[in-house]
């Protein structure tokens, strides 16, 4: 069952950056929503309405809190378990109907911020839009989506601006991402509250430390990899993917890995085993993320081949499918100039 707990003014439910399995409906009082908007990073300030649920996100994707939940009057929050939320919703049509339209609300304030960074008319190109995110990220402890942010800026801007200190802030987000998903183990193996001090960094002797869930050890494994590709260790990097996609522990990550096996075989000029590869992964995964850049590196491979014609089909197709200023585009157009000073 909920448990109804008091809160005194000016006490703090939990900071920004917490890590914790519970879940809040602010039953009467006032608490204070404080943030950081992604793109300014000023500080936001909203008030949780009374009736309204606080905390669901982090608790239910196990990361670090987005917020600080500040008491500004004497309240009573109803305190929520996972399970316990998840019962109620359940139960109750109208609060799925809330929270879909609470959720849908931030999510397009987020894509409105996400496109500024990263559209037309913003004061930041491409290439530091995408590290910026990776940056807000990074700093306000989100490690998964920071390593999935720097992980795409590091494949799409191999040699960039950002690049050393991408590469330098995943591999320190793959260390905290491990050491959340240990902390959010901690909390679900029965603590009734949220710990008000973190565990500690390393185990007693006497007692084994918590493996690493599996999808976190892939995700760290990916970011590694992708870190090999930067430095030109294909083969490396490659060994790494095809592990990933081996034992297949985050279908995520799988997917992803894939895509980049198929890099690293360009990259090595093994041009029919990439064309064979990518053609694979394009079969298996019609609607995958990176589907614009697997044809970018058949067309690679053709014309790694001297095979000309084809290599101009797959810039084309890619051409008709891409909008004009995303990076595959770009550099799609870079590669059809090079095959026309050949022709030429």
Known sequence: MPKATQYKSSS????QGDVGDKIFILKGGKVLSKTNDIETKEEINELVAPGEFFGVKSALGRYPRDETAL???DSEVLVFTVPEFEQLVLAN??????????FSN???RMHGKVQNLIGKGSTKDAEEGLFSIGEYYFTNRQYKSAIHALARYLTLYPSGRYA?????????AGQGASKFDSTAMFAAAGADDEPDFAPPTAAPAAAAAPAAPAETVSAKGFFEAVALANQEKYLDAFKIFQKIVTTNADPEHS????????RCLVFLTKYDEAIKHLTGLIQKYPKHPDLKDALYFIGRSYQGKNDNTWARNFYTKILN?????????????KALKELEGVAG
């Open 255 to 262: 997917a992803k890995a894939e895509f980049e096996m198929g």
């Open 12 to 15: 703090v439910i939990y900071f």
């Open 93 to 102: 049509t109208r609060i799925i109907m809330k929270m879909l339209k609470v």
């Open 164 to 172: 050393a200190e991408a590469s330098d802030m995943a591999r320190k």
């Open 106 to 108: 931030q999510l397009r």
């Open 321 to 333: 499918l891409a909008g004009e200023d995303e990076p595959v585009a770009v550099k799609t157009r």
């Open 71 to 73: 008491v500004l009057s």
